[in-house]
């Protein structure tokens, strides 16, 4: 997979490292939080629908990706599942530095 075109893992400090925050997330985050909200009061498909759209409009955000992959879950629709949280896992992997050694084949 070809390194993300937002999302990148920084080092904050010698021996500590943090995904940055792109300005542009700032707005997602409020989605996400909608979508959350929704998933609360138990209105799933709205949930489903926010995180499609934010999935959409930036396909490495990876909070979306994960929350849409436990929908999948809980549907019962296990392959989507599987293939969504594999895709946060792959983008997650592709986010580290060169620098870093990374271990392939989990």
Known sequence: MKKPQYLKLEEQHPHSWAFNRPPQWEFLGYKLERALDA???SDEEKAARIYLELIESCPEYIPALNNMGLVFKKRGDLDAAIATL???????LACLPDELVVIQNL
């Open 39 to 41: 998933e609360r009061e």
């Open 86 to 92: 594999e895709e946060a896992v792959e983008i997650g």
